[in-house]
């Protein structure tokens, strides 16, 4: 069993920065595959970015790439997802969740989310 929870969302404007963080319990978090996912208002869950058990690999989606880095800390058991060059369309409630390689679908553990908003 995993456990996750996300924090650092919240209230940004465009062009700035934001630093979210899923901090994971359980004993096989460095076994896991670790994923973000966001959801926007109205629209489905979508992945933004992936990292393997060990960090030496990592995925970003393409509307993100070059903005957004993912990074994983087996030690600490946290994952965190720095956001730069914010923009309102990456408005969303986003997502922490565990699973197998490359961690971009069928995510066997979930956060609850945590929301950020970024204003024109």
């Known amino acids: 069993q995993v456990q996750l929870v996300e924090s650092g969302g919240g209230l940004v404007q465009a062009g700035g920065s934001l630093r979210l963080s899923c901090a994971a319990s359980?004993?096989?978090?460095?076994?896991?595959?670790m994923g973000w996912f966001r959801q926007a208002p109205g629209k489905e869950r979508e992945f933004v970015a992936a990292?393997?058990?060990?960090?030496?690999?990592?995925y970003l989606t393409d509307s993100v790439q070059g903005r957004f880095t993912i990074s994983r800390d087996n030690a600490k058991n946290t994952v965190d997802l720095q956001m730069t060059s914010l923009k309102p369309e990456d408005t969303a409630v986003y997502y922490c969740?565990?699973?197998?390689?490359?961690?971009?679908?069928?995510?066997?553990?979930w956060g609850k989310g945590t929301l950020v908003t970024v204003s024109s």
């Open positions: 359980g004993r096989t978090f460095s076994r896991y595959g």
């Open positions: 969740a565990a699973g197998p390689w490359p961690s971009r679908d069928g995510m066997d553990y």
């Open positions: 990292i393997s058990w060990s960090g030496g690999r990592t």
